[in-house]
Every structure is written in C-alpha cells, then in structure tokens.
C-alpha cells in the first residue's frame, strides 16, 4: 500500500500525515494494479452471487432483446439536407454514424448511408472506441469534427470527417485526447478549447483559453482570443448562429452557475452585460435569448427568476439593454428547454411535472405564443429543429406509453406522429398515481408512484424509490421497458420522486437544496420513503433506493443517515468522499452546489452528510449494491471503491459492480447495459422480493 500512497502524494502534493488519515486513499488510482485486484475481487464475488439469482438470465436476455430492437426509434438530428443518427444494435455493438435524405426520413423503410462503423474503428485501431458526437460545417455541412472517447470517458479525440467521400481527412483538422469544446467558424478556421498544455487547464480539469486555429498551422501557434483564471470551472468557445449572422460566443464559467459573457469580434471581446447565474439560449432573429435564475431588475422592471427573456442584440453589444418577456413561468412550472427553428422558438415548459409545449413568435416588440396541440400528462423532449425551416421534431412518453415520435411545423402549429416505440410489456395492468408527501420543514413534494391495479395495501409490495435532487435537473415520467419487464411484472412498486435540488419548479426548488441547504433533499427523500410506508404500500424490509452520480451521493446519505428505511440502496457512480471530492477529476468544478470543504465554515456542513466520513461500525446497515466505471473521468471511482473497502473493512456486506469502460454513463454497449439492468434487478428482488 505505501507505494500508492507515495505516489498520490506527489500526484496530489499532500503532505505524509495528511495522506496517511485516509488509509484507502490508494484506491483513487484508476489504474494502479493494487486497486484493479480488489476491484476484480469485488466483482467476481458480486457476479458470482447475483448471476445465481432465478431472475438474472432471463433480466439480462429481455433487456438485451429490448436494447438492440430494431424497432427503436432512429432519433433525428437535422443538419442541412439530410437527417443524422447514431444506431446501435447486434450487429452493431459500437454503433454506426448514419444519414438519410429528409425527405426520405418520414418514409416507413428508410435507406439509410453508413457514414461511420465505430465497430470497425475499434476493430481496426484496437481501441474501445465511443462516439461522442459530430460537430458541422454550417450551412452546407460537408465537413465534421467527430468526437471520440477511449472507453466513454468525457475526454475525446477529435478527427476531421468529409460527408461526401466518407473519410477522414489525412492532413484534417486532428486534437489529442481532452475535455473541451471545438467549433467551426469558417471552413479553415476552428474555435478551439482543449488542452494546449502545462497551465492551460483550470483546477476542475477543464481547458482555461479558448483559441482561433487556422487549418495546416501547429496548434500552439493558434491564435488566444480568451484566457480565464485557474480556479475557474472552464472557458469554452462556440458559433452563436443567427441564419447567416454568426458570432464567437465565450463561456467563462467561473462556478458551475455562474459565468462571464462575452462576444469575439474584430479583434476584439465585447463583455455582454448579463446577470453571471442567467443562461443563453442561443439568438432568433437578432433576439438573444436568455433564461434567468434570479430576479433582474432593471429600468424599473423585474424581471422573475426562471424567465426567458429576450435582448437586441445589436443594441446589447453597443451596451444598450433592450429587454423583452418571452415567458415566466408560475409557481408550478419551469422551462425545461427552449429550441429555435428558422422563424419561430419552441419552449418545452414543464408544469407540475408534465411537459407542454409553446410556439412562440416576435413581432412589434412584444413575443406572442400559442400552445402546440401534443399529447399531455407525460414528458416531451424536442430532439431536432431545423435551422432553414419551421420544422422540428419530438417525443412524448410516460411511464406507461412507449416512445412517439412526433413532426411538427412551427409555421402552422401542427403535429404528426411518425414512428411510435413498440410496447415491450403490457401496461394495463398498472396505473400511475401522483402524490405529495410533507417534508421536515413543511415543504409538500411530488412524486409518481406505478403499480398494479388493485395493489394490496399491505406493507409487503417491493418498492423502488428513484431520485436524484441537484443541479437543477427535473426528474420527469419515463417509457423503461426494462423496468417495466424486470421490475412491474414481478409485483415490484416504482417510485420517481421530485425533490429539492431539482428543476421541477425552477431556480428557487434547486437552490433551496444547495449547498448549507442540502439537508433538504434528504429529508424530501425520507418524507416520500415515509408516505410510502404509512400508506401501506411498503415497510423498510420491503424499501429500496436507486440513484446515480449526484443521486449516488442522495442514497449515499440515505443509508447511512436512515439505514432504518431501507433494505436496497443501488449506489451508481457516486460522489461519496465529500471531504475530497473537490480534489478529484472534475469535482472541484461542483463546489457551487455542494460548498468548497476545505472552507471549514462549508466543511461544517458538509460532514454532517458526507457518506464516507459518516458510516460506522455496529449499525445495520444494508446491503449496498455499488456501481461504478473505471473510465469515468467525471466523478472518479475512488468515491465507490473506498467506500465499499471501508465497509468491507468494517465486516460489512457489500455487492460491487467495475465495469471497465463506459465513463459516467457506466456502459459503452448495449451488452454491458443489460449486464448493468440484470445485476440491479437481481440484487433488488433478491433483498426486497425475498
């Protein structure tokens, strides 16, 4: 142990003492021999137990069949003329890059052209190859820049592909591993944010410049237009397209909500005079666009938190504010997203947790809407517009409708429905139902429950609780035939709960979940395990808790604050080590929602909660299932690894799962997915069937 330890030191700059107070600090090496042999130790003994269980094949088997059905929707993304998608299946573990004409995609039998076979890639260059995504050449979109990870990480190598001979450019545009971001600005001109070298990243692992690169020049010769500070989260660079308007738009984050504004051009960098906490949400007919987290006031006017507005743009960049209402949402609502065709803006609000949709135009000063006639009571997502046309692309589920694919004209707001997901289980045997649960402060918090119909209220149904509860992100009703085959259909409960920290309800729901408030998501999470168990719906012995990422660090809490309410925790890709979490990969970039722990007025609120300084010896604790990566370069896999040793250590049971390669998303293929479901599945009817 004392080399890895030896070895972190100089990799962290610590002192001996501090290093040697946490005796599993080792284990945050992602590849040291001595961490990958416990891993493996850990997942054998998992897979050895849980691959007996009855269920496990046929979870594994069903969820593979629903994963590479060739039924699946083919998910839209308009660029020029043609309609882009990236298909996996079988046949195609990796996936495949692919194209049609427009005109054709509305067709029952599609002729799709292969542009990209990852498999091959992989095959050919020995590599684990993800796709991670294709930036264009606007407007004709011959050209892209095709994103690449080793294993899912969130860092990618990026490669200049031609659309019409598809290949990859011998002497194209080429950047080496790194976060960042790139971006056309002419045919032989990039905006790029990457790793330029010793100093040009911040402490949160993400790029601090942002350059203009000139095609067949050497990359530290390109051109610094913006240079940020090292505690900085990241400067990023990107095309703000107005139809044939683009600006160079820089992104300062200097929090994770909060950033710096500014506009490249001529030369020169024009600071726009925007609250830091707002967000842009792109530019229509020379109306920046703009979402507010909190109240704005100016010339006389508020303007309420989690508004869009919207601004001249010509006139914000000779410092002039002319501000326009677009929407504020009420009490119940929060606008989850917001998409731009070539005339009209599209705003998907959501309201007490279902989605509608908006069609919004600009005239004379004053922004009109009118509401888009799509299905209700489930969850919209506006998947593609397109930027020469009124015409955009959407889809409607709820936990008990599979997927619709809907086409719309913003011109004429109407809607067609093109291709439905096919039913993988059969849903009417189940209802979904709504309540709202009290809180310890009083606060009233919704959730979905789905179960059967006619369930008995008996305490003895196995129920799942789902949550997450941070960075304002809105947990909404879901089509997932996995849980629907692998958990419903054996009597299981399902559970999405909407507490603090989300975007249910806007800024004020997540703000009031930050930081020193954060003690008010855990007791929204234990407010509904409470309705649950006094509805009679469940007991402890029958309770479980999933959660992934920030929601790893949700049932993290949970376990050890209330090991009396649960009998199941999933624990996936967890933040768990609060006291370093902010010295690992991207984790000091979260420091705006959790607090910075090395301040010890924020420490002391933080290790109040923080699951690995606060489980202990003696309590019974259950049996936690934990899920990690180890190609997950966004929230390290030290966090599970030193709390599953730590446990171990403490002679507790524990159920790990590593999976090699997959990133933060924790699965590169649809084989390692349904692995993940059948291991998940398994643990929770084993500790809450049985």
């Known amino acids: 142990m004392k080399k ?110 292969t542009l990209i076979d990852i498999d091959a890639m992989a095959k050919k260059d020995n590599v684990k190859w993800v796709f991670k995504g294709a930036v264009g050449l606007s407007p004709e979109y011959n050209r892209f820049l095709i994103q690449l990870s080793k294993g899912g990480g969130d860092a990618v190598e990026v490669r200049e592909f031609d659309a019409e001979k598809k290949q990859f450019l011998k002497d194209g545009f080429y950047l080496e591993e790194s976060k960042g971001s790139v971006a056309y600005l002419d045919e032989n001109t990039l905006i790029v944010s990457v790793d330029f070298g010793r100093g040009t990243m911040t402490t949160s692992g993400y790029p601090s410049q942002v350059r203009l690169w000139k095609r067949n020049t050497p990359l530290k010769e390109a051109k610094l237009l913006y240079e940020g500070r090292n505690k900085d989260v990241g400067i990023g660079g990107s095309i703000l397209r107005d139809n044939d308007t683009k600006y160079v738009y820089i992104s300062r984050a200097t929090t994770f909500f909060t950033s710096t504004k500014i506009i490249w051009k001529d030369g020169k960098t024009v600071e726009l005079d925007l609250p830091v906490d707002s967000q842009i949400n792109g530019i229509l007919n020379n109306q920046l666009l703009v979402k507010l987290k909190s109240d704005w006031q100016i010339f006389f006017k508020t303007y309420k938190s989690g508004s869009l507005v919207s601004l001249n743009m010509t006139e914000l960049l000779n410092g002039k504010k002319e501000v326009s209402l677009v929407l504020e949402p009420d009490a119940l609502s929060s606008i989850t997203s917001v998409a731009k065709t070539k005339n009209k803006l599209i705003i998907n609000l959501l309201t007490n947790v279902t989605s509608h949709l908006y069609n919004c ?140 920290g989300g975007g249910e309800f806007g800024p004020k729901w997540h703000q009031d979940g930050m930081k020193e408030k954060r003690q008010n998501v855990f007791d929204d999470l234990y407010a509904v395990s409470e309705d649950l168990i006094a509805k009679k719906v469940t007991t402890p012995q029958h309770l479980g808790v999933m959660g992934g990422s920030n929601g790893g660090l949700l049932v993290g809490v949970a376990f050890t604050q209330r090991p009396d309410l649960y009998n199941a925790v999933v624990c996936e890709v967890p933040l768990l080590d609060m006291q370093r979490y902010n010295k690992l990969l991207a984790g000091a970039s979260w420091m705006g929602e959790y607090g910075n722990p090395d301040v010890p007025a924020e420490w002391e609120y933080i290790q109040k909660y923080s699951p690995y300084q606060n489980v202990k010896e003696g309590v019974k604790y259950p ?37 090699i390669e997959g990133g933060h998303a924790g699965s590169s293929t649809n084989d390692q997915l349904a692995k993940r479901n059948a291991i998940r599945f398994s643990y929770l009817l084993m500790k809450l069937k049985s």
Request: hydrophobic residues 35%; glycine residues 6%.
């Open 4 to 113: 890895y330890t030896l070895l972190l030191l100089t990799f962290f700059g610590m002192t001996q003492s501090q290093a040697q107070e946490d005796q599993y600090l080792w284990l945050e090496e992602v590849d040291g021999d001595k961490a990958m042999e416990f891993v493996n130790e850990l997942n054998q003994n998992t897979f050895e137990e849980l691959s007996k269980w009855k269920s496990y094949k046929s979870i594994y088997n069903k969820s593979l069949e629903i994963y590479n059905s060739s039924d699946k929707i083919a998910t839209p993304s308009i660029r020029g003329k043609y309609i882009y998608n990236f298909w996996k299946d079988k046949d195609h573990v990796r996936g495949i890059w692919r194209r049609c004409l427009s005109s054709e995609y509305k067709n029952k039998n599609i002729q799709w052209e």
């Open 361 to 500: 135009s600009f005239n004379n000063g004053v922004w009109k809407r009118e509401e888009v006639k799509a299905p209700e009571l489930g969850t919209i997502e506006i998947e593609t517009s397109d930027e020469n046309s009124d015409e955009y692309y959407f889809t409607f589920e709820n936990f008990l409708t599979p997927s619709t694919l809907y086409v719309a004209d913003a011109s004429r707001n109407n809607v067609t429905p093109i291709k439905p997901l096919p039913s993988f289980f059969d849903a009417s045997n189940y209802e979904v139902k709504q309540y709202q649960a009290k809180s310890k402060d009083g606060t009233m918090v919704p959730y979905f429950m789905v179960a059967s119909k006619g369930m008995k209220l008996d305490g003895t149904n196995p129920t799942l609780i789902y949550a997450y509860g941070g960075f304002e992100i809105a947990e909404q009703p879901f089509y997932a035939a996995s849980y629907g085959d692998s958990w419903l259909k054996e009597g299981g409960v399902f559970v999405l709960a909407n507490i603090r």
């Open 623 to 659: 049996e936690v299932l934990f899920i990690t990566s180890t190609r997950d370069d966004r929230v390290h896999p030290g966090h599970a690894r030193k709390m599953a040793a730590k446990m171990n250590d403490m002679g507790y049971k524990i159920y790990y799962y590593e999976n």
